[in-house]
């Protein structure tokens, strides 16, 4: 044994070949300051060997490396710049000294080598993968950028434009592509990884393979003349710029970082790479999307948690075959949990199998699934008229009308023709589950399951916990949507839950402003453009339907008389009057069509102007400032109020459904996030400024409270 740490060991394997092995303590190698310092006496112990041949990297996991420990990095984040620096010297000196050694060095990849992990196989001579080698480097996902040599590496060992592509979008990449591009030299079966790489390690000690030459490829500058720079720079920058925004300055700071080391050898380069990745350490985003990724983390683990606790979901039933009950269906056989459909006419029933084809041809026509792939997921979901068509199943979703009545009946029925055991949940989105659970035998298995339209894309399902539900209930009924590859969040029992409770004052804030004389589409361009909502409130109430907005917003009336009742008619009750229910019937805020492709189009229609004049003071620009702080606040006080009263558990939970369940802007980072970074006691002299605009604008004693004492939610 040439060295032996807690993460990592080296041994003498035959021919003076060593291998260093990856072996953490978790389930998963992960490049942290320990690792990294087990790394560095490895590497040390090799130097001081004599008359080795060649160096393998390996691990004894299934995956090689998957990046840094992500739950290091706020912490390292609020370090001085000058230990940062020092940092990340220390890890760029070890790379360097692995890939200085002097014998040919290679990487066995099985599984992920992602950021420092792919950062770390680019210091070796060559590389070997297997078919489950994905291999990228995924740091401006989180507002960052690679800071152990990815910048300088890749371009110079895949080209700059193609390793620009793979820093800018963050994603990793099959085993394939990497071996077409040369970040892998050969993909080869799985038990003769370390065959092939003692062999190549035995030809680059004879000659046979040149490892010096790829060496000094990763050390030199880049090999692009002026002309060729300028095309491929400026390119890049234009598609960043397009793609990215001005909210998310990573992908654009790896590129300029690409450009500015080009004509610089490793070591002058690694010290722009440093210099820059410090500086994106110190933005709000990189704090914002790594708060996420840590508060994605949290809520999996409290979903792990529910799994080991709960029977797992083997038959489903959904009740209500429309689009988002074929979408529930859809995604419930898609991840290999049959379902059953049952609606009362075959109409709906059709209805909701198109639904379920049209998303599977979809994957068809992109490639992602075969023709016998379908048909087992078609076949997966079993459409009935018949509640005998129920037997066997141990979860149902009801998602017929957002009705109490009609699904006060169906809920009786359905409890009436399943076990005593089966959980039923309600895919109701404000109506409260206490008051469904009246209808019920047994409510104590009965919870909310709220999904969101398009359920096959939007993360996020609402669990709702009624005042009579079960523990065992809610663990069952968060594992089946895990099993279904969702993102569960547990939420106490109020009208709107948690989501909708907390969207509906902000669509009361847009109101407040059209009756204020403030145009919708400057609205929308400012909440989009320089808040960062992917839709304005006016697209998207137009989106969500102005029917369901209006039946919504008087559900959430009715629920808190005194902070969203009304007073009079609103520019949503002058939509819904004249039937103006947005882009399912074309007339909305804006007039829906589609282009040629098929693609939706909106339009500002001068008639909605016209109509929203009767509801509205003489027109009136607003600072963005202003539009901004008069949307939001109305928001942020009522997520304020439902952590207050338990209506949410946590701050982690609160911002990762904001983000997951509407688009909440992520480089944000939730609104708790948010505020942290404002300052409460600057958020609470804010909203006072405005508070003459009602009850929605006046901020909990709780609030003023941590303000007050300069607390953080985090």
Same mark, same amino acid.
């Given at each position: 044994?040439?060295?032996?740490?807690?993460?990592?060991?080296?041994?003498?394997?035959? &021919?003076?070949?060593?291998?260093?092995?990856?072996?953490?303590?978790?389930?998963?190698?992960?490049?942290?300051?320990?690792?990294?310092?087990?790394?560095?006496?490895?590497?040390?112990?090799?130097?001081?060997?004599?008359?080795?041949?060649?160096?393998?990297?390996?691990?004894?996991?299934?995956?090689?490396?998957?990046?840094?420990?992500?739950?290091?990095?706020?912490?390292?984040?609020?370090?001085? !710049?000058?230990?940062?620096?020092?940092?990340?010297?220390?890890?760029?000196?070890?790379?360097?000294?692995?890939?200085?050694?002097?014998?040919?060095?290679?990487?066995?990849?099985?599984?992920?080598?992602?950021?420092?992990?792919?950062?770390?196989?680019?210091?070796?001579?060559?590389?070997?993968?297997?078919?489950?080698?994905?291999?990228?480097?995924?740091?401006?996902?989180?507002?960052?950028?690679?800071?152990?040599?990815?910048?300088?590496?890749?371009?110079?060992?895949?080209?700059?434009?193609?390793?620009?592509?793979?820093?800018?979008?963050?994603?990793?990449?099959?085993?394939?592509?990497?071996?077409?591009?040369?970040?892998?030299?050969?993909?080869?079966?799985? &038990?003769?990884?370390?065959?092939?790489?003692?062999?190549?390690?035995?030809?680059?000690?004879?000659?046979?393979?040149?490892? !010096?030459?790829?060496?000094?490829?990763?050390?030199?500058?880049?090999?692009?003349?002026?002309?060729?720079?300028?095309? =491929?720079?400026?390119?890049?920058?234009?598609?960043?710029?397009?793609?990215?925004?001005?909210?998310?300055?990573?992908?654009?700071?790896?590129?300029?970082?690409?450009?500015?080391?080009?004509?610089?050898?490793?070591?002058?380069?690694?010290?722009?790479?440093?210099?820059?990745?410090?500086?994106?350490?110190?933005?709000?985003?990189?704090?914002?999307?790594?708060?996420?990724?840590?508060?994605?983390?949290?809520?999996?683990?409290?979903? *792990?948690?529910?799994?080991?606790? %709960?029977?797992?979901?083997? *038959?489903?039933?959904?009740?209500?075959?429309?689009?988002?009950?074929?979408?529930?269906?859809? !995604?419930?056989?898609?991840?290999?949990?049959?379902?059953?459909?049952?609606?009362?006419?075959?109409?709906?029933?059709?209805?909701?199998?198109?639904?379920?084809?049209?998303?599977?041809?979809?994957?068809?026509?992109?490639?992602?699934? $075969?023709?016998?792939?379908?048909?087992?997921?078609?076949?997966?979901?079993?459409?009935?008229? =018949?509640?005998?068509?129920?037997?066997?199943? &141990?979860?149902?979703?009801?998602?017929?009308?957002?009705?109490?009545?009609?699904?006060?009946?169906?809920?009786?029925?359905?409890?009436?023709?399943?076990?005593?055991?089966?959980?039923?949940?309600?895919?109701?989105?404000?109506?409260?589950?206490?008051?469904?659970?009246?209808?019920?035998?047994?409510?104590?298995?009965?919870?909310?399951?709220?999904?969101?339209?398009?359920?096959?894309?939007?993360?996020?399902?609402?669990?709702?916990?009624?005042?009579?539900?079960?523990?065992?209930?809610?663990?069952?009924?968060?594992?089946?949507?895990?099993?279904?590859?969702?993102?569960?969040?547990?939420?106490?029992?109020?009208?709107?839950?948690?989501?909708?409770?907390?969207?509906?004052?902000?669509?009361?804030?847009?109101?407040?402003?059209?009756?204020?004389?403030?145009?919708?589409?400057?609205?929308?361009?400012?909440?989009?453009? !320089?808040?960062?909502?992917?839709?304005?409130?006016?697209?998207?109430?137009?989106?969500?339907?102005?029917?369901?907005?209006?039946?919504?917003?008087?559900?959430?009336?009715?629920?808190?008389?005194?902070?969203?009742?009304?007073?009079?008619?609103?520019?949503?009750?002058?939509?819904?009057?004249?039937?103006?229910?947005?882009?399912?019937?074309?007339?909305?805020?804006? $007039?829906?069509?589609?282009?040629?492709?098929?693609?939706?189009?909106?339009?500002? $229609?001068?008639?909605?102007?016209?109509?929203?004049?009767?509801?509205?003071?003489?027109?009136?620009?607003?600072?963005?400032?202003?539009?901004?702080?008069?949307?939001?606040?109305?928001?942020?006080?009522?997520?304020?109020?439902?952590?207050?009263?338990?209506?949410?558990?946590?701050?982690?939970?609160?911002?990762?459904?904001?983000?997951?369940?509407?688009?909440?802007?992520?480089?944000?980072?939730?609104?708790?996030?948010?505020?942290?970074?404002?300052?409460?006691? %600057?958020?609470?002299?804010?909203?006072? *400024?405005?508070?003459?605009?009602?009850?929605?604008?006046?901020?909990?004693?709780?609030?003023?409270?941590?303000?007050?004492?300069?607390?953080?939610?985090?």
């Amino acid at each position: 044994m040439i060295y032996q740490g807690e993460a990592l060991s080296v041994q003498l394997l035959q &021919d003076g070949i060593a291998e260093l092995s990856f072996d953490g303590k978790g389930s998963i190698n992960k490049l942290d300051r320990a690792t990294l310092l087990s790394l560095e006496q490895a590497v040390t112990a090799l130097e001081q060997t004599p008359d080795l041949n060649g160096l393998m990297l390996t691990s004894r996991k299934d995956a090689f490396i998957v990046g840094a420990d992500i739950t290091e990095f706020l912490d390292m984040f609020d370090l001085p !710049q000058a230990r940062l620096d020092d940092w990340l010297s220390q890890a760029n000196r070890i790379f360097n000294r692995i890939e200085d050694l002097p014998f040919p060095t290679v990487s066995l990849v099985r599984g992920y080598a992602l950021g420092g992990g792919c950062e770390c196989i680019l210091a070796t001579d060559f590389r070997i993968g297997d078919v489950s080698a994905r291999i990228g480097l995924p740091e401006t996902k989180l507002g960052l950028m690679p800071g152990f040599g990815g910048t300088v590496r890749l371009p110079r060992l895949i080209g700059a434009d193609n390793a620009m592509e793979w820093i800018t979008t963050g994603q990793d990449n099959k085993a394939d592509v990497c071996l077409a591009l040369g970040v892998l030299d050969a993909v080869v079966d799985t &038990d003769k990884l370390q065959a092939s790489a003692i062999q190549l390690l035995k030809d680059a000690a004879l000659g046979k393979q040149d490892w !010096q030459a790829k060496r000094a490829q990763k050390t030199a500058p880049l090999t692009l003349d002026k002309l060729e720079a300028a095309m =491929s720079f400026n390119t890049a920058k234009g598609m960043v710029a397009a793609k990215a925004g001005p909210h998310y300055p990573a992908p654009m700071m790896a590129v300029t970082t690409i450009e500015a080391a080009a004509r610089l050898d490793r070591d002058q380069a690694l010290r722009i790479e440093q210099s820059n990745f410090i500086t994106l350490t110190q933005t709000s985003v990189a704090r914002a999307l790594v708060g996420i990724f840590l508060n994605d983390q949290f809520i999996k683990s409290k979903a *792990k948690q529910a799994v080991r606790a %709960a029977e797992p979901a083997r *038959k489903a039933a959904v009740l209500g075959a429309g689009i988002m009950g074929g979408g529930i269906a859809y !995604q419930s056989a898609v991840k290999g949990i049959p379902a059953v459909m049952k609606d009362i006419n075959d109409q709906a029933l059709t209805l909701g199998m198109n639904e379920a084809g049209k998303l599977l041809n979809k994957q068809l026509e992109r490639g992602k699934i $075969d023709g016998t792939r379908l048909a087992t997921v078609l076949t997966g979901i079993t459409p009935t008229l =018949s509640y005998d068509g129920l037997q066997g199943v &141990d979860t149902v979703v009801e998602a017929v009308v957002e009705n109490p009545k009609v699904k006060a009946q169906v809920l009786a029925e359905v409890e009436a023709h399943v076990a005593d055991d089966t959980v039923i949940a309600s895919n109701t989105s404000t109506i409260p589950i206490s008051t469904l659970a009246k209808s019920l035998k047994r409510p104590e298995r009965f919870c909310g399951m709220h999904f969101f339209n398009p359920v096959h894309r939007m993360p996020l399902v609402e669990i709702i916990r009624g005042e009579q539900t079960s523990d065992d209930t809610i663990n069952r009924v968060v594992a089946y949507a895990a099993a279904m590859g969702k993102s569960p969040i547990v939420v106490n029992d109020c009208p709107g839950f948690f989501v909708n409770r907390v969207l509906f004052p902000y669509f009361f804030g847009f109101n407040q402003l059209v009756a204020d004389g403030a145009d919708f589409v400057q609205v929308d361009r400012v909440m989009e453009q !320089q808040f960062g909502w992917p839709m304005g409130p006016a697209w998207l109430l137009d989106v969500v339907g102005i029917d369901t907005g209006h039946h919504a917003a008087a559900v959430m009336a009715d629920g808190f008389p005194e902070r969203m009742g009304k007073s009079g008619k609103d520019a949503i009750d002058v939509m819904y009057e004249q039937q103006r229910f947005g882009q399912k019937n074309g007339k909305g805020f804006y $007039d829906h069509r589609r282009d040629r492709k098929g693609k939706p189009v909106k339009e500002a $229609d001068p008639e909605s102007h016209e109509l929203l004049a009767t509801v509205a003071g003489e027109r009136s620009d607003f600072e963005p400032d202003d539009i901004i702080a008069r949307m939001m606040i109305p928001m942020i006080n009522e997520v304020v109020l439902c952590l207050e009263e338990g209506i949410i558990d946590s701050p982690a939970e609160a911002d990762m459904a904001l983000v997951y369940g509407i688009g909440f802007p992520p480089f944000h980072g939730g609104v708790f996030r948010y505020l942290d970074k404002m300052g409460l006691a %600057a958020y609470v002299a804010l909203a006072d *400024k405005f508070a003459h605009l009602g009850p929605l604008y006046h901020v909990s004693s709780g609030l003023r409270q941590m303000a007050a004492d300069n607390k953080t939610f985090y």
